[in-house]
């Protein structure tokens, strides 16, 4: 089959690629089109050549597929030559996306004219990567040096209006692209060459005094929104050898810098992550199954989470109902959602226009009025599970036949839920994470009875909320938390054995994560945890050991970050210092429980965190409660705050070699007792010289 097809139009070549879904280059793509472009300049019929993408799209990026073989894109390069000698006009027609690859190929055309609504970018850097086909040598020589620098490092993609701006489209067609990318391409033909050649620009380049500030501020930049990764700098530097080298040497120097990204750990592991995150999409036990349409949708529970759930479908155009208990209740759950969007308008995210009609959006009730018309209700009352089945009774009640009701607990059991229902396959977890309105893991808990349509259900609305829903087991704190749970806990401990709340979390946050453990569990709250832990206390096994600390924070009231008080104390802006009073309080702890007390290190605080959560992420796996460990890495990397460039803790353990990770995980075991035991999975893959990715790669059973 071949995806790539010359045409002739009115004395124009036009060349289609035509690879769905977003005509991603692949190998032997280029060598296609490079074969159209030849048959063009042959035949004496054809004056001009246009190169359109089918579909919805122009060529969105390579196909991620193919940086496993990366000498399958080389092709692209000689492409890129030959497109720009062609000794007729080469006009690049771009709607959809023109990304990565597909914008390098755009940019060694001759002109580029574009839809309205069309966008490009150099996206490569999410992937740990640098453009890699000349786009870091020819996009500052369209479009500056500054505005090369802020799309390589940021990735973001550039709107047609201001591409067309920027210098790097020449014209915005209105109406059918086709017709006017041919009408252009003659029009230039019947003009006369020569035709311009991005890559002998160069009045655009700027001076070197010029010059300097940019790069100074774009490191600062990629310092700041991309910690601790190494790609942003090495574009910066292919881009100042753009403003520096000859042409040509440019791009070798380019593509060194491309190798050496393609080589790293950093581009392996955003890769992974960005495959993980198509993958978590996909469920197997739900293939088939449809999900019904959710057009409105109901909350029970006007808090912290009901309000930003019922942000997050406003935000989607979809209508909510929000009920609580009190009015009280209601009222502040809705100042606090307007107060949000307050502040986004004085942001400038969106307009005063938008904040309204998204509040309309938003119905605020004391009663159950309409429940029985919505297609999908939500609980999001306290944490505690009395509480919580009596509102799944209530639900049962009203709720439609084909109604989804959804939990959003963190950790209380699904099944108990449904067991207050007469329709225990209607009912499943949605459990949204703090924002709800911001963060983009939705974890899809499937219960003993969920049917697969309401998977399918819960998938569909996650996708429209432009959230990624990870299906998950039911079990305490399911996935996300069930690993939390381990992970805070190793940190108590730490800190009872000498380190300090603020060391950890600095330790932490210098590894990449976005915030301290203590940090998140003072914004979240203490006596959110301590409520957990009273409703998990059931579960705990008498004579295992248990942190000291927490019950006694809450005890005093220091509740967090709304106390000004908590692992850490905060100032009247939350700005957060370490605390030597909680210091001195774990120290008092500690000794009267007879701990020893030592001085701790960096790598120590690093492995107990993270193998703490890695040795139960293995647990959950060889349970099934997730279908691959790829799920487990995009809830850390989607929820919890884990640096995509370690790929999520599965990946991260992987990397550092299991027999390894197993070995320290055995040391702590001999330290520190049953709780270290290692996962039986963990063990045998070490045993094996397996790895969590190897194992996401069998087939299975189902
Ligand atoms: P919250 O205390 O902020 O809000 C709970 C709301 O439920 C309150 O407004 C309360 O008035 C209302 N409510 C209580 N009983 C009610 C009833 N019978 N009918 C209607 N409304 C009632 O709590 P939250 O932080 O929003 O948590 C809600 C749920 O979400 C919990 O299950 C929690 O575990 C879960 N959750 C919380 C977070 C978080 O970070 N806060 C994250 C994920 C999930």
Not at 140 to 155: D, K, T
Not at 266 to 286: D, G, Y
Not at 670 to 697: E, Q, V, Y
Request: contains cysteine; glycine residues 10%.
């Amino acid at each position: 089959m071949t995806a790539v097809e010359l045409t002739i139009r009115e004395g124009a070549g036009v060349i289609t690629i035509d690879n769905p879904p977003v005509n991603a280059l692949r190998a032997g793509m280029a060598e296609d089109i490079h074969a159209c472009l030849a048959a063009a300049e042959d035949d004496p019929a054809i004056r001009a050549v246009v190169l359109i993408g089918a579909g919805r799209t122009f060529i969105a990026g390579a196909d991620i597929r193919a940086f496993e073989k990366p000498e399958s894109l080389l092709g692209i390069l000689p492409l890129l030559g030959r497109l720009e000698s062609c000794p007729k006009p080469v006009v690049a027609a771009i709607h959809g996306t023109a990304l990565g690859g597909g914008l390098e190929v755009a940019m060694a055309c001759h002109y580029r004219v574009a839809s309205a609504d069309a966008q490009v970018g150099q996206a490569e850097i999410n992937l740990g990567l640098i453009p890699g086909a000349e786009g870091t040598q020819r996009l500052p020589r369209l479009a500056g040096v500054a505005r090369a620098l802020e799309m390589c490092v940021s990735g973001a993609p550039l709107p047609a209006a201001e591409a067309l701006a920027a210098g790097i489209l020449d014209e915005i067609v209105a109406g059918d692209l086709l017709s006017g990318a041919v009408r252009y391409a003659l029009e230039k033909a019947s003009a006369g060459g020569p035709w311009p050649k991005a890559s002998s620009r160069d009045e655009r380049l700027g001076t070197p005094e010029e010059n300097e500030p940019l790069f100074a501020n774009a490191r600062e930049q990629a310092a700041r929104t991309r910690r601790h990764q190494t790609a942003p700098h090495r574009a910066i530097e292919a881009v100042r050898a753009a403003t520096t080298l000859p042409y040509r040497e440019g791009c070798r120097r380019e593509r060194v810098l491309f190798e050496e990204c393609l080589a790293g750990p950093q581009s392996q592991a955003m890769i992974h992550a960005f495959l993980a995150e198509r993958a978590a999409t996909k469920v197997p036990a739900i293939y088939g199954a449809q999900p019904w349409p959710v057009d409105s949708v109901a909350i029970v529970g006007a808090g912290t989470m009901g309000g930003g759930i019922a942000m997050a479908f406003a935000n989607a155009g979809i209508p909510v109902r929000l009920k609580d208990s009190t009015s009280a209740a209601l009222d502040r759950g809705m100042s606090t959602v307007r107060k949000n969007y307050q502040n986004s308008v004085r942001k400038g995210r969106f307009t005063a226009e938008v904040m309204e009609s998204r509040l309309a959006l938003i119905q605020p009730q004391l009663t159950y009025d309409g429940f029985d018309s919505v297609g999908l209700i939500i609980e999001a009352v306290f944490e505690n599970l009395a509480l919580k089945k009596q509102i799944f009774a209530e639900l049962d009640a009203l709720a439609a036949p084909a109604c989804l009701l959804a939990t959003n607990s963190s950790t209380l059991d699904i099944d108990a839920m449904a067991a207050a229902t007469s329709r225990p396959h209607m009912v499943a977890g949605m459990h949204f994470f703090s924002p709800a309105n911001v963060m983009r893991l939705l974890e899809i808990v499937r219960g003993r009875d969920t049917a697969p349509e309401v998977l399918a259900t819960a998938q569909a609305v996650a996708r429209k909320l432009k959230k990624v829903g990870v299906v998950v087991g039911n079990c305490p704190g399911f996935v996300g938390n069930r690993m939390f749970a381990l992970y805070l806990r190793e940190a108590q401990f730490l800190v009872e054995e000498g380190a300090t709340p603020w060391q950890v979390d600095q330790v932490l946050h210098d590894w990449g994560m976005a915030m301290g453990i203590f940090a998140i569990d003072d914004m979240a709250g203490i006596d959110v945890a301590w409520r957990v832990k009273q409703e998990q206390k059931h579960l705990e096994t008498p004579g295992t050991r248990t942190p000291l600390v927490l019950d006694q924070l809450y005890a005093m009231g220091r509740l967090g970050q709304k106390t000004g008080l908590g692992w850490h104390r905060y100032d009247e802006n939350r700005k957060a210092s370490p605390d030597p009073e909680i210091e001195a309080l774990i120290e008092r702890t500690a000794r009267a429980a007879g701990i020893e007390r030592r001085t701790i290190g960096p790598e120590e605080i690093i492995e107990r965190c993270i193998y703490a959560m890695v040795n139960e992420g293995a647990r959950i796996l060889q349970e099934g409660r997730a279908s691959r460990a790829g799920d487990i890495d995009i809830i850390y990397l989607t929820g919890y705050g884990f640096p995509t460039y370690r790929g999520g803790p599965m990946w991260y353990a992987d990397s550092v070699g299991l027999p390894a990770v197993h070995q320290r995980i055995t040391e702590f075991q001999a330290r520190h007792g049953a709780l270290w035991t290692p996962a039986p999975l963990l063990a045998h893959l070490a045993s094996k010289g397996g790895t969590f990715a190897a194992l996401d790669r069998m087939p299975r059973p189902e």
